[in-house]
């Protein structure tokens, strides 16, 4: 069995999101920005994974394949940050409790490692998991 | 030879900075250079003029590919797909101006359709808080001249609203604060130790979701009551400092972001945070202020309650405007399969939405008008692409602070390229056609 | 254009003084007409009073405190929805209704012209934008002065030359149509949570008191000659006692002249007066003021004043007197919305509720009414609700009610739950004057017409003069049988026509006529000193640049009808 830990994960803007969504969320450079999750060094640690692997982040409402990074606006033990954007909302809770508003912060994750799984492009994200035929 | 233009309108976030500056060629097509804004919106300003854009419209295929059509084409489906849908989605309209905004509400009055913006996926919660209790605000020229006390609760504007301390809230000398940065304490309330937080004179690193309880205890700090030991991860000694500060200063405002909006008490959380700004004007004078995210999302709102009556997550299916968040609100929408055809406009649900709330989109008629290549676009039967909006045309917007600005127009679009109005016009007259409207 | 001939109805025009004459009115052109060809539609006006379409002086119904209640009270759309019918797009709201529904709503009732009470410069956009989104009625908006910096700094010196080149120059960017003040330096004084409560208050920082910023605008203003007077709301709004504040800021008028070629006779009109009108010392022993304050503008005739009516509704309060509404929040805790605005004012909203079970409420409503029936000349008193702060513009068929029959104010006070108090802290149970047709005519249509300095355009049913014209289903040669009646036949028109273009029959909306923003552009001598003052304010001070300050462009203004007025004499 692979090691696992789990953590409470939030999203939310970057500097680096931003200027990617600007310059094309077709590219890889989107994925560079977004196709993350920031973990603070000691949650690595627990995990047993180096900085910058591939980990399958999953939720009850979902599953992913993003980076491991360590944390640029740390320390943040026990919390993990995936910028807004696809990989972030293919898990996030999104029940609005009758407010419109999904629980985008503050959704339990799941983390293991996954070297081999490939990170998706943005686009081709969510198209897959939307099932769109792509010619 | 070029061309600067000045006092140009950065269409990128609510700060809505209109002091840039932008280099463009002789003939007024090529836009060449970016001053003032920040690396956001200059690389708005510059990725317009990227060659790969996509310029006409194109419709999915059966096999998945695309396949170009004209406008009027695309006007035809968009026009045919509201006529018959019982309850279309209308959805987004917070990254193009109040005209193309306002003919969107015509179409939508037209088609009964639910309409909404961004704020569902942002200041929403914040929305229903200002309606429970209300709002104590100001403009941002007020916080720059007199604030001495500067509260980021939720928000990390170093990296969301880049240019929003040295324009308005940290750094600026104003009239009554000539010392800039000198006269203001700083006080950031945030789970991470954000590149914001870095700058504070006090960080509360709070524990994520326990908002609610911090401000609560701030309400008994400044009564100076009883407190636990510790409250959401904060000793109260802190919390005393924190409230003794906020109470000294003779002007004092919270800025709020997504961490308090998107957590789970989502409005109870704005409520006592907007309860805490009443408290304080008992000492002192402050104010409130969302943190909004789209550069008109303010404006989609004013239109939207001016026309309707209500800011956002508005219903018409019955023929009068609806309001109630949670039944007709987009995601509840999308999530309970309560729509039939989906329209977006100026956003990006694609991304934005958690994909629950996509996968219904892929699988009904669907049009996504957007400049850019997005997954809204990707998932969509037809992506129709027009004229960047605060680059190519201009049009009014609304700033977080409800300050209306102009935008300007500083290049041509691509020969041919229709602007959000032009092409909401082609089908608002198609619609009055097939519905025998007025 | 279509021309029309109005037959056989009871006209009613103070500006031709035909007071119930049976009269044909022509139709040609958009304009009254001496006469039309034999080609002219026919409306049938027998049995029906005639008369020019009203003219709104003071209504908060466009700008961002409006939008701001709209967006933070969805409760006001309850019950209140109207459905697209016809030439009308949905609308919704009870106290601060859509821009689709307002511009309906005040056509419907006969009304052509409306004034968007306080403009905040800054703001300037977002007003043209609800203005352009309300329909048929032709509309102007008041930017406020009385808290503004430039007008604080030049009017320390009382530099009224500079004040004028500056009000000049907000005029022109904001394509605004008057002087506004309210709470003059109050506001101000509230972005440091404090207030000006009397004339002589020092306003913080700026050195200068309530009373000089009065007088040096009263000065700027009639150095410039512009078509309305200064436009007042003063100190010390709302609080028991406060007649004395209105009194002396009154005075500050005395031995002013009007000067100007609009036929403008007054130099500063106080609105919503039934606010300002209050004895007493506390809630428990307030009572009304009316006879003091109508003494006092019955024997100067400079003064020109707007009642202020409440009318016993729900309702949302709004105001750039910030202060008071944190007063009033304070008051009766109800959400509170407040909106600091850079260099120039502020706005406070609160929802609020006039009871008929709650004392000080009904002493209002009696106050509101004292009023009018105590002014000797109708000319210098109009109808307004404040609306929607004493209560929607709706109402207003329901206040002519009240101030045409004796009979329905009595019905009111007797359903009063306190009407022992009503008359004991006011006279309005010994009034027993009726209002007549021609009265209210003065009262809403040439009266504050003239006094906003459109007495040539509109408010009248000379020829020459704008063809905006209300038929009501009224017949003034039968005695009243019920008073309800009033209330009915002043709500829904038979007709109304607006610039000669027929925009509501039988009570419903057929045409959307040529709405225009008003707005005044006056020319003065170049001031350099105070064009290099706005350069710097922008420079330092505000959060926008000067190059995108102003309301400039088709989308804001479509139709704009400017006032002109050369300053360049002196």
Avoid at chain 2, 271 to 278: F, L, W
């Amino acid at each position: 069995m692979t090691k696992n830990i789990t953590l409470n994960l939030i999203s939310g803007r970057t500097i680096q999101q931003g200027v990617a969504i600007e310059s094309g969320k077709e590219k890889p450079s989107y994925r560079t920005a977004c196709g993350i999750i920031e973990m603070d060094n000691a949650d690595l640690k627990a995990l047993g994974a180096w900085k910058n692997t591939n980990v399958r982040v999953t939720s009850d409402h979902g599953s992913v394949i993003v980076k491991a990074i360590e944390a640029t606006q740390g320390p943040h033990p026990g919390v993990a940050f995936i910028p807004m954007g696809p990989w972030a909302n293919s898990i996030v809770d999104p029940n609005t409790y009758s407010t419109g508003m999904p629980t985008f912060k503050g959704t339990p994750v799941k983390i293991e490692v996954t070297i081999n799984e490939p990170i998706l492009l943005g686009i081709e994200l969510v198209q897959i998991q939307c099932g769109v035929k792509v010619g | 030879m070029t061309k600067t233009i000045t006092d140009v309108i950065c269409p990128f976030c609510g700060t809505l900075c209109d002091d840039i500056e932008v280099v463009v060629s002789d003939d007024g097509k090529q836009l060449l250079e970016v001053y003032n804004a920040c690396v956001i919106g200059s690389e708005k300003f510059l990725h317009s003029q990227a060659k790969d854009r996509v310029t006409k419209p194109r419709m999915r295929q059966d096999d998945g590919t695309w396949k170009d059509v004209s406008y009027d084409e695309a006007a035809d489906y968009t026009a045919q797909m509201l006529a018959k849908a019982k309850k279309p989605l209308m959805y987004g309209w917070s990254s193009t101006n109040c005209e193309a905004q306002s003919v969107g509400n015509e179409i939508a009055e037209i088609s009964r359709a639910c309409c909404d913006n961004t704020a569902a996926v942002c200041h929403g919660t914040t929305l229903i808080a200002v309606q429970d209790i209300g709002l104590p605000t100001c403009t941002l020229g007020e916080v720059k001249n007199r604030a001495d006390r500067i509260i980021f609760w939720g928000c990390n504007p170093a990296h969301a609203h880049p240019r929003h301390m040295s324009r308005y809230s940290i750094f600026p000398r104003g009239f009554f604060t000539g010392k800039g940065q000198m006269s203001r304490k700083m006080i950031v309330i945030d789970p991470r130790v954000t590149d914001t937080a870095k700058m504070a004179d006090v960080h509360l690193q709070i524990e994520q979701g326990k908002d609610y309880e911090l401000l609560n205890a701030l309400r008994v700090a400044f009564k100076g009551e009883w407190l636990p030991d510790v409250v959401a991860g904060i000793p109260k000694e802190k919390i005393r400092e924190a409230a003794d500060m906020m109470k000294s200063g003779r002007f004092g405002i919270i800025f709020f972001g997504m961490g308090v909006t998107q957590s789970l008490s989502k409005n109870h959380n704005i409520d006592i945070a907007i309860a805490v700004t009443k408290d304080l004007n008992e000492y002192t004078k402050f104010s409130i202020m969302p943190m909004r995210g789209h550069y008109n999302v303010t404006g989609s709102g004013e239109v939207f309650a001016w026309q309707f009556g209500f800011p956002y997550s508005i219903d018409l299916t019955r023929g009068f405007a609806r309001y109630n968040p949670g039944d007709t609100s987009s995601i509840d929408l999308l999530v309970r399969g309560e729509v039939d055809a989906m329209f977006t406009i100026g956003s990006d649900p694609g991304a934005h939405f958690p994909i629950s709330a996509v996968k219904p989109i892929a699988n009904m008629p669907s049009v996504c008008i957007d400049p850019h290549l997005t997954p809204t676009s990707g998932v969509s039967k037809l992506h129709v692409p027009v004229a960047f909006n605060g680059v190519e045309t201009g049009g009014n917007c609304y700033r977080m602070d409800n300050v209306p600005i102009d935008c300007r127009k500083v290049v041509e679009p691509p020969a041919g390229m229709l602007t959000d109005e032009q092409f909401l016009v082609m089908v608002r007259d198609r619609l009055k056609k097939l519905k025998g409207a007025a | 254009m279509s021309e029309y001939i109005i037959k056989n109805g009871s006209v009613f025009d103070p500006v031709q003084g035909i007071k119930g004459d049976k009269k044909d009115i022509a139709i040609k052109d958009g304009k009254i007409a001496d006469k039309v060809s034999s080609a002219a539609k026919v409306i049938d006006a027998s049995g029906k009073t005639v008369m020019a379409g009203a003219v709104e002086i003071h209504a908060h119904i466009a700008g961002p405190k409006v939008n701001l209640g709209r967006i933070y009270r969805p409760e006001d759309k309850l019950f209140s929805c109207t459905p697209t019918k016809g030439m009308e797009r949905m609308g919704g709201g009870a106290s601060i209704p859509t821009t689709f529904k307002t511009g309906y709503e005040y056509a419907k009732m006969g009304y052509t012209t409306a004034m968007e009470a306080a403009m905040p410069p800054m703001f300037a956009k977002h007003v043209h934008e609800e203005i352009r989104d309300t329909p048929i009625i032709d509309e102007g908006a008041f930017p406020v002065f009385g808290n503004n910096w430039f007008v604080l700094e030049y009017l320390k010196n009382h530099e009224i030359e500079n004040t004028a080149a500056y009000i000049a120059w907000l005029l022109r960017v904001t394509k605004g149509y008057a002087v506004k003040v309210v709470n003059p330096g109050g506001t101000e004084a509230w972005a440091w949570g404090l207030n000006c409560l009397s004339v002589n208050d020092p306003v913080p920082y700026f050195d200068i008191t309530p009373a000089e910023i009065v007088k040096g605008l009263i000065e700027a203003n009639e150095y410039l000659g512009l078509p309305h007077s200064v436009h007042i709301h003063p100190n010390n709004l709302g609080n028991p006692g406060c007649y004395e504040t209105t009194l002396d800021t009154l005075r500050l008028a005395e031995g002013m002249k009007a000067k100007n070629k609009f036929g403008r006779e007054s130099v500063m009109h106080l609105t919503h007066t039934q606010f300002h009108s209050y004895k007493g010392t506390n809630w428990g022993d307030f009572e009304s003021g009316a006879k003091e304050i109508t003494d006092y503008v019955n024997q100067n005739k400079n003064i020109t004043i707007d009642t202020g009516n409440v009318t016993l509704d729900e309702t949302t309060t709004m105001t750039a007197d910030g202060p008071f509404e944190h007063h009033l929040t304070g008051l009766n805790h109800l959400k509170w919305a407040n909106c600091d605005v850079e260099l120039e004012t502020c706005a406070g909203v609160v929802p609020y509720i006039y009871s008929p079970n709650i004392s000080v409420c009904a002493i209002q409503w009696a106050i509101g009414l004292e009023i009018p029936l105590m002014m000797k000349d109708p000319m210098r008193c109009y109808i307004t609700t404040d609306h929607p702060n004493a209560g929607p513009f709706t109402r207003y068929p329901r206040v002519i009610k009240w101030l045409m029959s004796k009979k329905a104010r009595d019905t009111q006070i007797n359903a009063f739950k306190h009407k022992d108090k009503v008359l004991s802290q006011t006279s309005i149970g010994s009034l027993d004057k009726e209002l007549s047709l021609y009265e209210l005519a003065q009262m809403t249509r040439a009266g504050p017409a003239k006094t906003l300095g459109l007495g040539h355009m509109c408010g009248g049913l000379k020829p020459g003069m704008d063809a905006d014209v209300a038929v009501y289903n009224f017949n003034p040669d039968k005695p009243v049988a019920n008073p309800d009646d009033i209330e009915t036949a002043f709500s829904r028109c038979a007709h109304v026509f607006k610039s000669g273009v027929e925009v509501v029959k039988h009570g419903e909306i057929v045409g959307t006529g040529h709405k225009r923003t008003l707005w005044v552009n006056v020319k003065v001598n170049d001031n350099p000193q105070v064009m290099r003052d706005i350069n710097e304010k922008f420079i330092k001070y505000y959060s926008m640049t000067q190059a995108n300050y102003e309301a400039l462009g088709h989308h804001f203004v479509p139709n704009p009808y400017a006032l002109e007025v050369d300053a360049t004499h002196v």
